[in-house]
């Protein structure tokens, strides 16, 4: 059922705005900055006048769109925004969102066809029935036309060509029909953009966050609360599991397609996804974070003289492990270069290994001598420890040990996280015994996976962990 399709771990941001904003694009460009870890490959806006939508987007940093002159330009009330990093194989600006169409009108002439390569731009105009999409997660079953490259532009043109003439029938019947031929389910944070109103939607299962905040008499959208704060908004909620949130002048009005118990709220968010400043499922991800690098030293105490973590996720989890022990924690040890982005949410292969070389560096003066204990947050494809583990040695400390904050990764996700090889996923292959052999280090020991869930206390039900399980790897090969 699975098909090798480009699907996005990403970031949307959107704000319905009261009369009261002057300068929305500004806005949107400080939200969408504030999500730029959700994925750093490309970045678009779509903005709404009374009658039209505009769309600007294209390859790269937010930064760097927004460096174009034409994005000030751009004229609108409301609008919505999208960073985006592909999730299969080659990066494919083709695939940057957000996608405009028209409800009924020309359904094949959806927004990417010109969209260009790295280093330009695609801008558009549409005034019949026009709206756009931006969505975080995989449509993985239910689209009734098939766009080859996107689920979204799928989603897009299955809006689009449904027939309705109305367009929030036409949203909520298309994700109806989407959620009714769930096997395993798809996963979505969806905002959509009309001159009228703005739509934010999660799935049923809740995979992927989605919150709403308020500034003045306006709203927001955002796939993180950081974002929303990043504004001066105030967060008010999180858009609930199932629900279809409708803004316009009237107020707020809340479809719901389904309830479902347990959910499956990704507990990756928590564990490395997440900017750390975040409330995210109701609750704090510094806090989880500290929390699990406690529960870490409780399962798997060192002898060290200091506990570094590996940047930037990895500190606070290093931060919980030393405080609970009474070990220094050494946060200055090992550094990182903020002119190189994650390395995890960089599509090719190649770019994760040349970004580890590049991005961290060591401080000899802290660590030669020493033993050091370096917690990260997660083993995936095991690039970054890797490389730090070899910085450490050529600092000359003494003796390393690691530790993992979180189970080992072993399964692909099909709910929006770009982990389908499963070839990558080190500790498929190899024990905790033989990590800690091939890297020459003293001892590496990963978080049980009831550590993990005993800190999320009664959310631990609603969390999705399948990533952590075996079971998914062979009941669901790509
Ligand atoms: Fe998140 Fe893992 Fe579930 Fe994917 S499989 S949604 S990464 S918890």
């Given at each position: 059922?699975?098909?090798?399709?480009?699907?996005?771990e990403c970031g949307i941001f959107g704000i319905y705005n009261n009369k009261e904003i002057e300068d929305i694009v500004n806005l949107l460009h400080r939200g969408l900055f504030g999500l730029q870890h959700r994925g750093e490959e490309g970045a678009g806006i779509a903005v709404a006048t009374t009658r039209a939508i505009s769309l600007f987007k294209g390859a790269g940093l937010v930064e760097r769109l927004f460096s174009y002159d034409e994005p000030n330009n751009l004229q609108g009330h409301s609008g919505i925004g999208h960073v985006r990093y592909s999730l299969i194989g080659e990066s494919n600006t083709a695939n940057t969102q957000p996608f405009a169409a028209n409800l009924g009108l020309n359904p094949d002439q959806i927004s990417d066809e010109e969209t260009p390569e790295y280093g330009?731009?695609?801008?558009?105009?549409?005034?019949?029935?026009?709206?756009?999409v931006a969505h975080n997660g995989n449509f993985n079953e239910g689209l009734e036309a098939c766009c080859k490259g996107s689920d979204t532009k799928a989603f897009t043109e299955m809006v689009s060509k449904s027939g309705e003439h109305n367009l929030r029938r036409a949203v909520v019947n298309s994700l109806r029909k989407i959620d009714a031929a769930r096997e395993n389910g798809s996963s979505w944070a969806l905002l959509i953009l009309t001159p009228d109103w703005m739509m934010g939607a999660r799935d049923p299962d809740g995979y992927r966050p989605l919150s709403l905040g308020r500034l003045g008499n306006s709203y927001v959208l955002s796939s993180e609360t950081c974002a929303i704060k990043d504004i001066k908004a105030e967060p008010i909620r999180d858009i609930a599991p199932g629900e279809i949130l409708f803004i316009d002048k009237k107020g707020l009005h809340s479809e719901y397609i389904a309830t479902r118990i347990p959910l499956h709220q990704c507990i990756f968010e928590y564990i490395y996804l997440a900017r750390p400043d975040s409330i995210m499922f109701g609750?704090?991800?510094y806090n989880v974070r500290y929390r699990l690098g406690r529960r870490l030293a409780e399962e798997h105490p060192a002898k060290a003289d200091i506990v570094v973590g590996v940047p930037d996720s990895g500190r606070i989890f290093a931060k919980g492990y030393a405080e609970s022990l009474g070990i220094l924690f050494e946060s200055e040890a090992i550094g990182r270069s903020h002119y190189f982005g994650r390395i995890f949410i960089q599509p090719k292969h190649k770019s994760r290994e040349m970004g580890a070389d590049y991005k961290f560096f060591v401080n000899r003066e802290l660590v030669r001598g020493k033993s050091v204990v370096v917690v990260d947050d997660s083993r995936v494809r095991g690039i970054n420890l890797a490389k730090t583990v070899e910085l450490l040695k050529e600092a000359d400390a003494r003796e390393i040990h690691v530790r993992v904050s979180s189970p080992p990764y072993i399964?692909?996700?099909?709910?929006?996280?770009?982990t389908y090889d499963t070839s990558l996923l080190v500790a498929l292959h190899k024990t905790p015994e033989q990590m800690a052999s091939d890297l020459k280090i003293s001892s590496l020991e990963y978080l049980s996976m009831d550590g993990l869930l005993s800190q999320l206390d009664h959310r631990a039900r609603d969390m999705c962990k399948r990533c952590f399980e075996r079971h998914y790897n062979e009941t669901n090969k790509s």
């Open positions: 059922m699975y098909t090798d399709k480009p699907k996005d330009a731009v695609f801008s558009g105009a549409y005034s019949n029935s026009p709206f756009a609750e704090s991800v399964s692909s996700c099909y709910w929006g996280v770009d």
